[in-house]
């Protein structure tokens, strides 16, 4: 799978994600400051995933 097709799925998953996690901090009482940040949430998730996939295809291969 692609860094671009992961972005897309990252994307698709955080579109349903936050407005859900939102609404689970409206009614909580947790106190959160909500900046916006220079990235999105998919394009962490996208970076991140590219971090550890290859420490995890790694590990793979020693089992």
């Known amino acids: 799978m692609g860094t671009t097709a992961i972005f897309c799925e990252s994307d698709e998953f955080c579109k349903e994600f936050e407005p859900r996690w939102e ?3 409206l009614g909580s009482s947790l106190k959160q400051r909500r900046r916006q ?11 991140m995933w590219g971090f550890i ?3 995890i295809g790694h590990l793979s ?3």
């Open 61 to 63: 291969t020693i089992t």
């Open 37 to 47: 940040g220079a990235l999105c949430l998919s394009e962490i998730m996208t970076i």
């Open 53 to 55: 996939y290859p420490v």
């Open 23 to 25: 609404q689970h901090l």
